[in-house]
């Protein structure tokens, strides 16, 4: 394998559960504005199940050996492609909307760009499936992409069976959490 060769490791799926808040979220919105209150029972009757689902089909993420690539949109189509090292937080966001349809937003925070668009360095990824256990293998392979570009040795044979170890101790908080949840 060459340096410039890009892996896929792995296509993230989204929730169904996205169209439904995208389809909640704009009627709300319109609800509250004075234009778009003319515009409710078109959104209500048609355009918004078809508007909501052509942009769920639009969602993409990927997960590479260099790269985190996400993109949305039909209208306005947005591309971002962050690379692992520059990745500085993944964090989960999950309000009382997200939670009631079972969603959770990953925010990724990057580093660089500096200047008055700090919303440049963030890039938001709704309902992306097992979005805990996607978080750990950017994590992962971010660890893996930052140890290679400074030569660092300390990656050893214990280090795969530690990342199985605490894959392993996350699916088991997984399962306790979905048992407390349930009660």
Same mark, same amino acid.
């Given at each position: 394998?060459?340096?410039?060769?890009?892996? $896929?490791?792995?296509?993230?799926?989204?929730? *169904?559960?996205? /169209?439904?808040? %995208?389809? &909640?979220?704009?009627?709300?919105?319109?609800?509250?504005?004075?234009?778009?209150?003319?515009?409710?029972?078109?959104? &209500?009757? +048609?355009?918004?199940?078809? *508007?909501?689902? /052509?942009?769920? /089909?639009?969602?993409?993420?990927?997960?590479?050996?260099?790269?985190?690539?996400?993109?949305? +949109?039909? $209208?306005?189509?947005?591309? @971002?492609? !962050?690379?692992?090292?520059?990745?500085?937080?993944?964090?989960? %966001?999950?309000?009382? !909307?997200?939670?009631?349809?079972?969603? =959770?937003? &990953?925010?990724?925070?990057?580093?660089?760009?500096? +200047?008055?668009?700090?919303?440049?360095?963030?890039?938001?990824?709704?309902? $992306?499936?097992?979005?805990?256990?996607? /978080?750990?293998?950017?994590? !992962?392979?971010?660890? @893996?992409?930052?140890?290679?570009?400074?030569?660092?040795?300390?990656?050893?044979?214990?280090? =795969?069976?530690?990342?199985?170890? *605490?894959?392993? %101790?996350?699916?088991?908080?997984?399962? &306790?959490?979905? $048992?407390?949840?349930?009660?």
């Amino acid at each position: 394998m060459t340096s410039e060769q890009e892996i $896929i490791l792995h296509d993230a799926t989204f929730n *169904l559960k996205v /169209k439904t808040y %995208i389809f &909640i979220v704009v009627l709300v919105t319109l609800i509250f504005s004075v234009i778009g209150l003319v515009l409710v029972p078109f959104w &209500i009757f +048609g355009i918004g199940q078809w *508007l909501s689902n /052509k942009f769920f /089909k639009t969602l993409k993420c990927r997960l590479t050996n260099k790269n985190l690539q996400f993109s949305k +949109g039909f $209208i306005v189509n947005i591309e @971002k492609t !962050i690379p692992l090292e520059n990745i500085q937080d993944l964090s989960f %966001i999950g309000g009382p !909307i997200l939670r009631y349809f079972g969603l =959770t937003l &990953i925010k990724v925070e990057t580093a660089g760009g500096g +200047g008055s668009h700090h919303s440049n360095n963030i890039m938001s990824m709704l309902g $992306i499936n097992n979005a805990e256990e996607f /978080k750990v293998e950017i994590l !992962i392979q971010r660890e @893996k992409v930052i140890n290679s570009k400074y030569n660092r040795n300390t990656v050893n044979k214990t280090s =795969t069976n530690d990342n199985q170890l *605490l894959l392993d %101790i996350k699916q088991e908080l997984i399962a &306790i959490k979905e $048992i407390l949840s349930t009660k």
